[in-house]
Every structure is written in C-alpha cells, then in structure tokens.
C-alpha cells in the first residue's frame, strides 16, 4: 500500500516571511520596478555610486514600507481600505418629499 502526504495548506494564502497576500505583489513589483529604474539611470550614463544609493535606498524603503504595511492592515486590510475609500460618506437625495410619499384616494368601494 502506498503512503501519500497530505498537502493541508489547501485553500490558505500564500506566505513568504510573514508577508501575506497582495502584499507580495506590492513587494515584488516594487522591487522590480527599483531595479529597472537603476538599470535604465545606468544606460544613460549617471554615476554608478548615485545608482547604487538609489537602488539601494529604494530597495530598502519598498522593504521596509510593505512590512510596515502588512503589520498595520493585516492580510485583507489593504482592500477593506481601498473599498472604504469608493464608498460614498452620504447619499445626497435631491428629489422633494412629496415625490417619495404616494397617496391613496379612498374610492367608492362596495
């Protein structure tokens, strides 16, 4: 009889490091996008210590504010903040009152 391993991560986010969810697309496009941006200011010719300094200055913000960012909200709290902020504060009702109340005359009836 053969014995099988169980995967019993079935249905939980994925981790890495303690970051959670879309916290890991945020750190790594981040960081890919640090990178080109240092690649490119090479191309063009700047001083390599001034694309080190960026990088590495970069790097390490996008680093240290996705951490920050994951501790702070939590797994979904990004998108509870997003959806917060297109929520509107107050419905604004610009018809008149009388347009809402509907009245009934009695007829006749039998």
């Known amino acids: 009889m053969s014995?099988?391993?169980i995967n019993k991560g079935i249905?939980?986010?994925v981790e890495f490091r303690g970051l959670k969810a879309q916290y890991l697309f945020i750190f790594a496009g981040g960081l890919?996008?640090?990178l080109?941006?240092?690649m490119i200011m090479y191309m063009a010719g700047a001083n390599s210590y001034v694309c080190l300094f960026i990088g590495a200055g970069g790097a390490s913000l996008i680093v240290w504010q996705t951490f920050s960012l994951n501790e702070k909200y939590g797994?979904?709290?990004l998108m509870k903040l997003g959806a917060k902020k297109r929520h509107p504060k107050y419905i604004i009702c610009r018809k008149s009152i009388h347009r809402y109340v509907?009245?009934?005359r009695k007829s006749d009836a039998v």
């Open 75 to 77: 797994e979904h709290g």
């Open 32 to 34: 890919l996008g640090v």
């Open 11 to 13: 249905g939980r986010t």
């Open 3 to 5: 014995n099988y391993n």
């Open 36 to 38: 080109i941006l240092v």
């Open 102 to 104: 509907k009245f009934t």
